[in-house]
């Protein structure tokens, strides 16, 4: 995919949006609509997405739609609804329910969460990625899986948000300096084509300021997100303002700004992950100590 036409420059996202909450209908979160609904106007959001993970089995879709759009929202705030599937290979494929539709008063949004890594034949989990790694696949054929299976994602379900792009990279020895600026550029662009949205994540502190820069200059759409699973964090940033500043600036992140470490052998599983395996980690943890999941 190409760049295509010269695109105005994206504006910075605002930090009264959080695009990315997580509420009890998640087996690996703790707070209520409501809770969350509560936290959001305490810290005075102007709107907030109420997200929840699903599979392709799951079955309580338009029970979670009909708990949001059934709260008593006040004048000022924007609540959406969406859930959040991950990506299961390089042709692009989710891990979705058939009832997970955007639009006609259902979902306001699909995320696609790099939860494992896309592979050629389905979804490797981090240890079989770090095998195939020491095996021969070269850093830049692995990223280059991944951005194409982005790429293929947003061109079939066009619209979707990026949910914690590229925080598989660092569970399989990789990291975001081992993209070019050719692959950002064309997954940016993508984004952009497709109407998609790209999130910066305050829980895993990605995509990194080259990625965000390449989104802005080519007039990606971004939002910024807590993906929060307790209240407590609901619209509570510290990590993305220094990204969205580097990226405007060119300046590197202090290392205390990044993820805290990237995963160990001994934190990855011994065996492979379903592709239909939720994936999170708990609130109030550092990614990278609670285990292989995103």
Same mark, same amino acid.
């Given at each position: 995919?190409?760049?295509?036409?010269?695109?105005?420059?994206? #504006?910075?996202?605002?930090?009264?949006?959080?695009?990315?909450?997580?509420?009890?209908?998640?087996?690996?979160?703790?707070?209520?609509?409501?809770?969350?609904?509560?936290?959001?106007?305490?810290?005075?959001?102007?709107?907030?997405?109420?997200?929840?993970?699903?599979?392709?089995?799951?079955?309580?879709?338009?029970?979670?739609?009909?708990?949001?759009?059934?709260?008593?929202?006040?004048?000022?705030?924007?609540?959406?609804?969406?859930?959040?599937?991950?990506?299961?290979?390089?042709?692009?494929?989710?891990?979705? #329910?058939?009832?997970?539709?955007?639009?006609?008063?259902?979902?306001?949004?699909?995320?696609?969460?790099?939860?494992?890594?896309?592979? =050629?034949?389905?979804?490797? $989990?981090?240890?079989?990625?770090?095998?195939?790694?020491?095996?021969?696949? $070269?850093?830049?054929?692995?990223?280059?899986?991944?951005?194409?299976?982005?790429?293929?994602?947003?061109?079939?379900?066009?619209?979707?948000?990026?949910?914690?792009?590229?925080?598989?990279?660092?569970?399989?020895?990789?990291?975001?300096?081992?993209?070019?600026?050719?692959?950002?550029?064309?997954?940016?662009?993508?984004?952009?084509?497709?109407?998609?949205?790209?999130?910066?994540?305050?829980?895993?502190?990605?995509?990194?300021?080259?990625?965000?820069?390449?989104?802005?200059?080519?007039?990606?759409?971004?939002?910024?997100? =807590?993906?929060?699973?307790?209240?407590?964090?609901?619209?509570?940033?510290?990590?993305?303002?220094?990204?969205?500043?580097?990226?405007?600036?060119?300046?590197?992140?202090?290392?205390?700004?990044?993820?805290?470490?990237?995963?160990?052998?001994?934190?990855?599983?011994?065996?492979?992950?379903?592709?239909?395996?939720? $994936?999170?980690?708990?609130?109030?943890?550092?990614?990278? =100590?609670?285990?292989?999941?995103?």
């Amino acid at each position: 995919m190409t760049d295509g036409p010269a695109a105005a420059r994206s #504006p910075l996202p605002s930090t009264t949006v959080d695009g990315h909450v997580h509420s009890t209908f998640s087996d690996d979160a703790v707070s209520t609509v409501h809770e969350n609904l509560a936290a959001a106007l305490t810290v005075g959001l102007t709107e907030v997405t109420f997200v929840d993970h699903v599979r392709s089995s799951t079955g309580w879709v338009p029970e979670m739609v009909a708990a949001v759009r059934a709260l008593d929202v006040p004048d000022g705030l924007v609540v959406r609804c969406g859930v959040e599937t991950k990506l299961l290979d390089v042709a692009g494929r989710l891990d979705l #329910p058939t009832d997970a539709v955007v639009g006609r008063g259902a979902l306001d949004v699909v995320l696609v969460g790099d939860h494992q890594f896309p592979g =050629t034949d389905g979804p490797w $989990s981090p240890t079989q990625t770090r095998e195939r790694i020491a095996d021969g696949l $070269s850093p830049a054929d692995a990223v280059s899986l991944l951005v194409e299976a982005s790429i293929a994602a947003m061109t079939s379900q066009p619209g979707i948000q990026l949910a914690h792009w590229f925080s598989i990279l660092p569970k399989v020895g990789l990291d975001e300096s081992d993209l070019s600026d050719e692959h950002l550029r064309a997954w940016a662009a993508a984004a952009r084509e497709t109407g998609s949205t790209i999130e910066v994540n305050e829980k895993w502190a990605c995509p990194g300021p080259r990625a965000v820069r390449a989104a802005l200059d080519v007039g990606a759409r971004l939002v910024v997100a =807590t993906d929060s699973h307790d209240a407590r964090d609901v619209g509570r940033y510290v990590r993305v303002p220094s990204i969205l500043e580097a990226a405007v600036s060119g300046e590197t992140l202090p290392a205390e700004t990044l993820p805290a470490e990237t995963w160990s052998a001994e934190t990855l599983p011994a065996e492979p992950l379903s592709a239909t395996e939720p $994936s999170a980690v708990p609130s109030h943890q550092t990614p990278g =100590t609670a285990g292989p999941r995103a």
